[in-house]
């Protein structure tokens, strides 16, 4: 079984121009269309099974980006399945009215099965915060979930990552309990987006991945300055004798520079 992991889409159908600060890295970065049509032009999509995406679809948008966003979607996936998560970027009220047309604020749980794999899909965000949040009510349903997949081998995806050294920006806290919960579930792999960096390693012995984004890569220089570039990233997983096997794939290597910004001032 194979699977495509994007992230980090941060999607606008109009940027915000601005001549300095954060929003200034959008006025000459390419779209996240351009970029995620350049990645699957690099894949065969009749070879895979389903499409994870962990987070941060829009840049702080409204619900009109929402839909357009996920009418693209499905036209240049067509018939392959997709699952998401939410990040700190996505307005939960916006994403539902968008994506569902239904009026909710709540967290963006689910739960899909393809082909005996069971997928997870685990809203860890809080819109506007960066460092991520799990309430106890998520907690509980998260262990709920992982009890109810005991016996079928399972991944979950969310949007910020657990590992605290995996990069600069902090990692969503977490109790005691819950690396307890992971580590005795069926979980064949962990999948998380947010720090826009590819990442390879295990978290609670099991599996654990990010994937660079389709939209812009940030370096980290010191004294809050904060280096940003273009960026095009995304992994093809291989499920398979219950084993995850990741490759992550370049969909574009300009790396322009799109603005350094010090967010200390």
Same mark, same amino acid.
């Given at each position: ?13 109009? &940027? ?51 839909? %357009? ?38 967290? &963006? ?17 809080? &819109? ?18 992982? *009890?109810? %997949?005991?016996? *079928? ?56 991945? %990010?994937?660079? %984004? ?52």
């Amino acid at each position: 079984m194979k699977f495509l992991h994007l992230s980090d889409i941060h999607f606008l159908r109009e &940027y915000p121009k601005a001549e300095k600060g954060y929003n200034a890295i959008f006025n000459d970065m390419t779209s996240p269309l351009i970029q995620l049509k350049k990645a699957l032009i690099m894949v065969d999509l009749s070879k895979i099974d389903f499409v994870i995406i962990t987070g941060d679809l829009v840049e702080s948008g409204m619900y009109e980006d929402y839909f %357009s966003l996920k009418c693209e979607l499905e036209k240049l996936l067509g018939n392959v399945p997709y699952i998401l998560t939410l990040g700190n970027h996505d307005n939960k009220a916006a994403f539902y009215k968008g994506w569902f047309n239904k009026e909710c604020n709540e967290p &963006y749980n689910t739960v899909n099965e393809i082909d005996n794999l069971r997928i997870i899909s685990f809203d860890n965000s809080v &819109y506007k915060n960066s460092d991520g949040f799990i309430s106890n009510e998520q907690y509980k349903w998260l262990e709920n979930q992982l *009890k109810d %997949s005991s016996k *079928k081998d399972t991944i979950l995806i969310l949007h910020h990552h657990l590992i605290k050294d995996q990069f600069t920006t902090p990692s969503v806290d977490i109790d005691d309990n819950f690396e307890k919960i992971i580590r005795e579930s069926s979980l064949v792999g962990i999948f998380v987006g947010h720090t826009h960096h590819p990442f390879n390693g295990s978290f609670a012995d099991k599996p654990y991945f %990010s994937t660079g %984004s389709l939209s812009f890569i940030g370096h980290d220089e010191g004294n809050g300055i904060v280096r940003f570039e273009e960026n095009a990233q995304f992994s093809i997983c291989t499920y398979e004798d219950g084993k995850i096997s990741v490759e992550v794939i370049s969909a574009s290597n300009d790396n322009k520079l799109l603005g350094i910004v010090n967010f200390k001032e």
